[in-house]
């Protein structure tokens, strides 16, 4: 029995969704780079839930029910209320609420196509909604109601803030978005496609997912790595603390991929949001210093700068809170682990692999007295 560790390399399933081919990022055949100058977030869900893009009528009225779907129950509230949020990582509160999401849904259980379907745009709607009353609550504010007149990305930032956004701002942010939406059978969406596979609810796959994207190794690394930017402080101490780290054996935030071998496409575009940013906010020291750390890691390890590289300068550019970036990432990867739940659904198997035994074998039992 064959048994790469970690499952690399293995195909574990067929996916319309997205693809990586050659150092490719693909949704639905469309290229990530046209997809992130060109497109909004709105419309990369219907893409990826649809497997096709939305006419400009079906587009306005997808937005519409996101728009319309973004309040939480009021016991979600209370919930998030009644706890001290001071000591709890977003992403576990996050990960609960989402689990709450599925109490206080009548169709929850329901396992016919369209009532996942109505399933998967109130859970895509309310988590923008969790994350930023997750964000206000706990510094003492009231949360904020989304706006009508907005998009996606400019009511999360609006929800999150209480402030209009700036459009470069939206811009940025949307971008960001459509860049997390979808990545073929990364860790956090495999986990949702084994969870509903057994026939489970979207409410437990997307519990899952959560679960498994806020590991370090995953969508938890966006965080670090503006720990690690900030424990470096100034531009001049970049190399030496990453050649500490790696003499610690410490793995470096943000660097490595197991897909890509020359580089992850979407870290360009998370690069430049930098650059701009940073530069608008007096700050370009974060942007240089991750340039500094990309190329001593690209030369001394060989190791590209993967999406959860730039995301950090770029969110902390946008005034969000450090423990709040992965939870941002959830906001937009909800859309395809929704996508591979529906997917999972059309054409369901258990997915059940084996496991190769290297225990000890044929043992006698020893009653407890005598052990
Ligand atoms: C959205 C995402 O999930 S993108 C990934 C986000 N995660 C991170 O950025 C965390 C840092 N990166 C890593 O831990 C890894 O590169 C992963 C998890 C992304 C991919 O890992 P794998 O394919 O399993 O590679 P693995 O961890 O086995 O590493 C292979 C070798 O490269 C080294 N390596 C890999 N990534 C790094 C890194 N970021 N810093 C330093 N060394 C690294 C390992 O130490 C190992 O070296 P060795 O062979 O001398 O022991
Ligand atoms: O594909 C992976 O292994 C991790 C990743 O980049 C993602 O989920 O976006």
Known sequence: MSNPKGLEGIVATESSISSIIDDKLTYVGYDIDDLAENSSFEEIIYLLWN????????????????ADNMSLPQEIIDHLTSYDLSTVHPMAAVRTAVSMLGLYDEEADVMEEEANRRKALRLQAKISAVVT????????????????????AA?????????EPEDIEVEAFNKALILHADHELNASTFTARVCVATESDVYSGVTAAIGALKGPLHGGANERVMKMLTEIGEEDNAISYIEKKLANKEKIMGMGHRVYENGDPRAKHLKE???QLTSISGESKWYNMSVKIEDYIKENKGLPANVDFYSASVYHS???DHDLFTPIFAVSRVSGW???????????????PRAEYVGPSKQAYTPIDQR
């Open 51 to 66: 497997q096709k893009l939305p006419t400009k009528s079906e587009l306005d009225s997808f937005k519409q029910e996101l």
């Open 133 to 152: 009353a997750f964000g206000r609550i706990r510094n003492g504010k009231e949360p904020v109601s989304p706006r009508n007149d907005y998009g996606f």
């Open 155 to 163: 009511n999360f930032l609006y929800m999150l803030s209480g402030k």
């Open 273 to 275: 949001m930098s650059r």
């Open 318 to 320: 946008l005034g969000i």
């Open 338 to 352: 929704l996508a591979h739940i529906l997917e999972q659904y059309a054409n369901n198997r258990l997915i059940r």
